[in-house]
């Protein structure tokens, strides 16, 4: 009814979250989830630029950005670039960084 999902109150909360997809929207699907740095390198990460392009313009490492883009994707429950990109689009993330 109303478009909501109804399941057994016998369910634990843990049980709910492990069968549904992750881009239903959990909890640590929010960017809240992720550090500051995290945040400031999705964008750039989503619009195509390269690592060494991000650290320079970070003043960190190409290998400290591969990092943040993995924590990033862990976090986010994001398996390729393409979802990654895709969420920065919904988000509005990546229309505010362009």
Known sequence: MAGKRFVSSSFA?????????????F?????????QR??????LVSAGHTNRAIGDLL??????IEIHRANVMRKLYLHTQSELIRYALRSGILARYE
């Not at 995290?38 to 964008?43: A, G, I, K, S, V």
């Open 13 to 25: 909360e843990a049980d709910i979250k492990a069968w549904l997809p992750a881009s239903q929207g």
């Open 27 to 35: 909890e640590a699907n929010q960017p809240d989830v992720l550090t």
């Open 38 to 43: 995290e945040r400031e390198t999705l964008p």
């Open 59 to 64: 003043y960190i490492s190409p290998r400290t």
